[in-house]
């Protein structure tokens, strides 16, 4: 165990190697050596809670978590858009966007104490509100979807999107909403 498990950081940010894959948009992209683990870990996640559904075949089962894996990995990267979409909106990106393999981290280097509400609010609501968004594109096409791949991929991005945005809200510690419940309650109290 390392200090980072409690923020559903799987690998040792102090000690595992890291790979950096460029700049996107000025924001640097690094990944952890470890970072290829997430899908095997996300399937076998969605795999293990699926067998409380005893109606499923094994095909089924395993079928649903490929489709839940994918999803993931797309609302992951859609998820840290957002972050340097408000980043960049509110004039104060993310130095660094680091993908662990269970999730990713947005880093700011330097004093961020002396950085606006309104700024850290802004950064901090761009990831769950862009999951919301697609969440909700996803239902909107839904019936427009002929069955299949495309049909079982968008049921996934829907709940998987939906509860990154919605969870995103939730005030637990390295979460968006811990930031986003924190900068809210010192613009009211600064009225």
């Known amino acids: 165990m390392h200090k980072y498990n409690k923020f559903f950081i799987f690998e040792n940010?102090?000690?595992v190697r890291k790979i950096s894959l460029g700049?996107?948009?000025?924001?640097?992209?690094?990944?952890t050596s470890l970072v290829w683990l997430g899908p095997f870990l996300f399937f076998a996640l969605h795999f293990v809670l699926n067998l409380l559904n005893f109606n499923l075949t094994l095909t089924e089962r395993l079928s649903q978590s490929f489709y839940f894996t994918i999803a993931v990995e797309i609302t992951t990267m859609i998820h840290?858009?957002?972050?340097?979409i408000s980043g960049k909106i509110v004039?104060?990106?993310?130095?660094?966007l680091l993908i662990t393999?269970?999730?990713?981290?947005?880093?700011?280097h330097g004093d961020q104490s002396q950085i606006k509400s309104t700024t850290h609010l802004g950064r901090a609501l761009g990831g769950p509100v862009i999951n919301i968004i697609v969440g909700v594109i996803?239902?909107?096409?839904?019936?427009t979807i002929p069955s299949g791949f495309w049909s079982n991929l968008n049921a996934s991005m829907?709940?998987?999107?939906?509860?990154?945005?919605i969870g995103g809200f939730l005030p637990i510690p390295s979460v968006d909403g811990a930031v986003i419940?924190?900068?809210?309650?010192?613009?009211?109290?600064?009225?």
């Open 13 to 15: 940010l102090d000690t």
């Open 23 to 31: 700049k996107f948009w000025g924001v640097e992209i690094v990944i």
């Open 80 to 84: 840290a858009l957002g972050h340097i």
């Open 91 to 96: 004039k104060s990106p993310m130095d660094e």
């Open 101 to 108: 393999a269970l999730r990713d981290v947005n880093r700011y």
């Open 138 to 143: 996803c239902i909107f096409i839904a019936p």
């Open 158 to 165: 829907i709940s998987v999107n939906l509860f990154f945005g």
């Open 181 to 191: 419940w924190r900068e809210v309650k010192n613009l009211v109290s600064k009225k």
